[in-house]
């Protein structure tokens, strides 16, 4: 493929060649299928794809007309593997490789519509022929994301061609660092990793702060559960993270660079050592990047394994090759951070921001969102949601609107309950909220935050008490130890909710988690004790009632809590068709059969002996006919 | 405190991989250039041997002057690192907050039960090692579990103990989603209960099952083959291909309604009962060739 020279350019110029030389080439090949090979769509299948269709192609003799390109997350995992087929942009979903030959056949070829794989809007019943068509994306607003699926991932020709390093070609040439920090700063870039922190004034200090060499660093170690933007933007899009530490280490005077990423993104790993390789060897990454003097090298180093170590100090820290142990912040990380020296430390989608805005200026970006937040934002909208996956919408977007318009509302009929954002240092919003426009400030005022952008989606069937428990588990495991309010403090938390859940709560227990959860919050150390309290906090204020029904009536409203539940059997219901009664580990349900022959034939309903069952929900789960139901 | 035993007893170290200076040393000079690379340096050691042998942290307490004490602290606070060696076969169980919304903790309690040890264990035999993990940012197929690098998306409870014996034996030795034992079923109405074979009509040499079908426009019959596992059809009238249709007793005239959408087309899901206890689900889409047979 690669006639073009891949030695490194020397300027500004060669950069702009390059550049025009590869969509030239590109041009050449009309019809491109695009393959989502996000971790999502390769756990359906998309790796195989591939493959498939490779041979589909070579068999029609197309193989040289037609490129099979392997992108990036496309955003919509719920639907995968997705397949788009380009130039008309057709949209299949849910493509396996028996439909590899016909989409050849009749798509590729012929430019017809498989009627079949295309995606049918549940609501209205239209078909979608085209992404935009689709709902998911239509009400979406994609600038961090909109070149996932346009691009190859392990190719930086891929992203020459759709104008990346514009921005660092930019930044170097018409730019003054000073000018650069400046257009940030009026854009109104946050940190797109919780705080909110204004970029531009993070790369002022560390670009005043004293000391000798600099340090920037990319957030990549992204520990909330429930959240995977920034892992689809480094798997997917990883030059675009390259390009702005680039531009930010040109600002800030640094010619070091680190990026964290949790262990448990191998694919992230991979491709961004791919795009460092790559962006070295065309001199775009290195020394004396395109020809101006500035050097700038970037090295990875993977996480371990410890939630804590998304905190800026626990994350220096480990990259240190210490243990993770947050420090106090009365001295500023850009003033005193890794290894003891002025560090900026930002997010993965604040560093993928940059390039865009220094492309298309600071205006442009604080034309869109809130007063106070500017731009896109990234959301995982995941749980009980009908189209999860990655959704990038203005900031100010309503709630609901991104729950119902974009995510398509709850499935199978179920009842909305609450929205859980930012994670476990996060809030739980409930219905009445829903209206609120999502911005930094908003969210604090309710009691959650942006966090990283996670949105998990509850319906009826979920439990807060459980939820607020859940995470206060995952806090006491991830507590690092260190402060006592925060070690202490969240493992009583979790006692008292772990109480409260097995109906041995008591009245007084909600007041205590809400004296010790102030406690928790105004004395940890860290952003992670500060905020851990959360959880419990706003499901609290929300759902105080559920709470109640747990600890005075000893009942679990949603059906979740084991020791507070009980099974039985609907007889209208059943159809006695044995399905319980074979998933009972315990041998609790008796009749469940049909019994004669013929028009003698009749029905037995089943029955669950109480003292046997073990509320395992096995029997629930094997009903297909709604006949066991929870009290 | 296992963790604690683990170091002191030299037996259980050696009895895996063994430990090459040469090896450790190797990995060890790749790294020199980086400050503080002690983590990547673990990493991969662990990656090497699928723990971290004792003997391999000494020669990096020697080679690097850092104490074993501090070698130690960083291997057991970040929960990738393990002490200990790991089984034959690595199933981790996504107990992200997606997940757990969708009933992970009950997969992980039915994984626990089956292989009769604790998240974090390994089996007596070294076959299975049992792990969670705090989101794995697969939030659209959960229930997540990973075994062996295979992704398995919205895990059932009752699919766990087949995953464990296809792990057991190796996945590539199955071709996971074909089944192409093929054997006949009788199947009857979920609401009147009646069979739906016909025996006047033949379809792949058996009797077929013909029950009623609506469109929005037109009404007739479809008689399918009872042959588990073969798609022959024949229809009073022409359905075209990928259009939904309404199935309809024969016997009680009811409407059978849906349990469930088709994992592959969206379209609904109808019920049918097994003779002898189960249930066999297909898809309404013409042409979609999605069923699902859940026999007692």
């Not at chain 1, 994306?137 to 390093?165: E, M, T, W």
């Not at chain 1, 933007?233 to 531009?247: C, D, T």
């Amino acid at each position: 493929m690669s006639t073009v020279a891949t030695a490194k350019l020397a300027s500004l110029e060669e950069l702009e060649a390059l550049r025009s030389s590869i969509r030239v080439e590109q041009q050449k090949t009309q019809t491109t299928v695009a393959l989502c090979c996000g971790t999502g769509c390769q756990a359906y299948g998309s790796g195989r794809l591939i493959e498939v269709f490779a041979e589909a192609l070579a068999k029609e003799g197309l193989e040289d007309s037609v490129r099979v390109r392997a992108t990036g997350c496309h955003g919509f995992c719920e639907r995968g593997p997705l397949v788009v087929i380009h130039p008309k942009g057709t949209f299949y979903q849910r493509v396996g490789p028996d439909d590899v030959g016909e989409i050849v056949a009749k798509t590729v070829k012929q430019g017809e519509l498989i009627e079949r794989l295309l995606y049918v809007d549940p609501q209205t019943k239209e078909k979608a022929q085209t992404e935009e068509q689709v709902g998911f994306y239509k009400h979406q607003h994609r600038l961090v994301f909109g070149n996932n699926g346009a691009i190859d991932p392990k190719s930086i020709r891929d992203y020459l061609a759709v104008g990346g390093y514009a921005g660092l070609a930019k930044a170097l040439s018409e730019l003054k660092p000073d000018e650069l920090i400046e257009q940030i700063t009026e854009s109104g870039l946050r940190g797109r990793g919780g705080g909110g922190f204004l970029t531009g004034r993070k790369w002022r200090s560390c670009r005043e702060a004293e000391g000798e060499p600099k340090y920037v660093l990319c957030n990549g170690d992204e520990g909330d559960p429930g959240a995977f933007m920034d892992r689809s933007i480094m798997e997917g899009n990883p030059h675009s993270v390259l390009e702005g530490m680039v531009i930010g280490a040109y600002a800030i005077g640094s010619n070091h660079g680190y990026i964290y990423v949790r262990a448990e993104y191998p694919l992230a790993v991979e491709n961004l050592g791919i795009a460092i390789r790559q962006a070295e060897e065309l001199g775009l990454l290195g020394e004396d990047i395109l020809g101006t003097g500035f050097d700038f090298e970037i090295r990875i180093n993977r996480g371990a394994g410890a939630f804590v170590c998304g905190e800026s100090t626990a994350l220096m820290a480990s990259i240190e090759g210490k243990i993770g142990d947050p420090r106090a912040k009365y001295i500023h990380t850009t003033d005193v951070g890794l290894f003891g020296k002025p560090s900026n430390l930002n997010n993965v989608e604040t560093w993928a921001n940059v390039p865009l805005i220094v492309n298309r200026g600071a205006e442009w970006f604080s034309s869109m969102g809130t007063e106070k937040s500017k731009g896109t934002k990234v959301f995982s909208l995941v749980g009980k949601i009908n189209n999860t996956g990655l959704v990038e919408v203005p900031m100010g977007v309503s709630l609901r609107d991104i729950i119902y318009k974009v995510g398509g509302g709850i499935p199978d009929g179920r009842k909305f309950k609450a929205v859980q954002i930012g994670g476990p240092s996060g809030g739980c919003i409930p219905e009445s909220l829903l209206d609120t426009p999502v911005d930094f400030e908003q969210l604090t005022e309710l009691g959650a935050m942006m966090g990283s952008g996670g949105l998990i989606v509850m319906d009826e069937d979920t439990c807060v008490v459980d939820i607020a428990r859940y995470f206060m588990n995952f806090l006491c495991e991830e507590a690092c130890g260190k402060c006592t309010p925060c070690r202490e403090g969240t493992k009583i938390m979790l006692d008292i909710l772990g109480r409260i859940c097995q109906g041995k709560g008591e009245a007084e227990d909600m007041d205590k988690l809400e004296a010790l959860g102030e406690q928790v919050q105004l004395t940890s150390l860290c952003g992670l004790g500060t905020s851990a309290a959360n959880p419990v906090l706003s499901t609290l204020q929300y759902f105080r009632e559920e709470y109640e029904t747990h600890v005075k009536d000893k009942r679990c409203p949603a059906g979740v809590c084991r020791q507070l539940i009980t099974f039985s059997v609907t007889p209208e219901a059943c159809t006695s068709c044995a399905m319980c009664v074979k998933a009972c580990p315990v041998e609790a349900i008796s009749g469940g059969t049909r019994k004669g022959k013929g028009k003698d034939r009749v029905r037995v309903p089943a029955l669950i002996d109480q003292d046997k069952c073990i509320k395992c929900r096995a029997c629930h789960e094997a009903c297909k006919f709604d006949a066991v139901v929870i009290s | 405190m296992e963790q604690n035993a683990a170091i002191s007893s030299k037996d259980n170290i050696c009895a895996e991989g063994k430990v090459e200076s040469k090896d450790i040393l190797r990995i060890l000079e790749s790294h020199n250039k980086d400050r503080g690379g002690l983590i990547s340096i673990l990493e991969e050691i662990q990656s090497e041997y699928g723990y971290l042998p004792e003997e391999a942290l000494r020669i990096v307490s020697e080679r690097t002057g850092r104490s074993l004490v501090d070698i130690y602290g960083v291997a057991t606070f970040y929960r990738f690192f393990s002490l200990q060696a790991k089984g034959k076969h690595l199933i981790c169980a996504c107990l992200g907050t997606a997940c757990h919304v969708r009933g992970a903790p009950r997969i992980v309690a039915e994984l626990e039960q089956q292989l009769t040890i604790k998240a974090g264990q390994t089996t007596p035999d070294k076959e299975f090692t049992l792990e969670t993990v705090n989101c794995l940012g697969a939030c659209a197929l959960g229930p997540v579990v990973v075994i062996d690098g295979h992704y398995f998306s919205k895990v059932r409870k009752s699919k766990v103990k087949q995953l464990l014996e296809q792990a057991g034996e190796g996945f590539d030795k199955f071709d996971i989603g074909k089944d192409e034992r093929i054997f006949p079923i009788e199947v009857s109405c979920p609401h009147c209960n009646h069979s739906f074979k016909d025996k006047t009509f033949a379809i792949d040499g058996y009797p077929c099952l013909k029950i009623n079908v609506a469109t929005d426009h037109q009404q007739g019959w479809i008689r399918l083959s009872c042959l588990y596992g073969s798609y022959s059809v024949s229809t009073e009238f022409e359905i075209p291909e990928g259009m939904v249709v309404n199935f309809i007793c024969p016997h009680c005239n009811s409407e059978i309604h849906s349990t469930s959408d088709c994992s592959q087309c969206g379209a609904p899901m109808i019920p049918m009962l097994v003779d002898g206890g189960g249930i066999v689900s297909i898809c309404t889409r013409r042409g979609c060739k999605n069923h699902m047979l859940d026999l007692v």
